[in-house]
């Protein structure tokens, strides 16, 4: 599966994407952020509040309770503002 990272969540992963083959019990987009904290110092400072990380699977924004499978892409943004 294809993870794209977006602005700081990007900067503290430090990659702008990667592709990784995820563990079995990994079906939701909240296991998804819980699995990628537990793989080192720089996804645990990115993903440190993940509630407030957004979430976009195939290009479309999802709820962190969206399952993934079948997903191609999964996109991780921090907090958007708007002006």
């Known amino acids: 599966m294809k ?3 977006f602005a ?3 900067e503290r992963i430090g990659t702008d994407h990667e592709e990784v083959e995820l563990p ?3 079906v939701t ?3 998804l952020l ?3 904290k537990g793989r080192g110092e720089n ?3 990115a993903l440190q509040a993940p509630e407030v ?3 976009a699977i195939d290009q479309e924004h999802v709820s ?3 399952p993934i499978a079948g997903a191609s892409e999964i996109a991780l943004f921090p907090p958007m503002t708007g002006g």
């Open 43 to 45: 996804y645990a400072h």
């Open 3 to 5: 993870l794209v990272y």
């Open 24 to 26: 079995t019990g990994v």
């Open 53 to 55: 990380i957004r979430v």
């Open 64 to 66: 962190h309770s969206e």
């Open 29 to 31: 987009v909240s296991d």
């Open 34 to 36: 819980h699995w990628l």
């Open 8 to 10: 700081w969540v990007r």
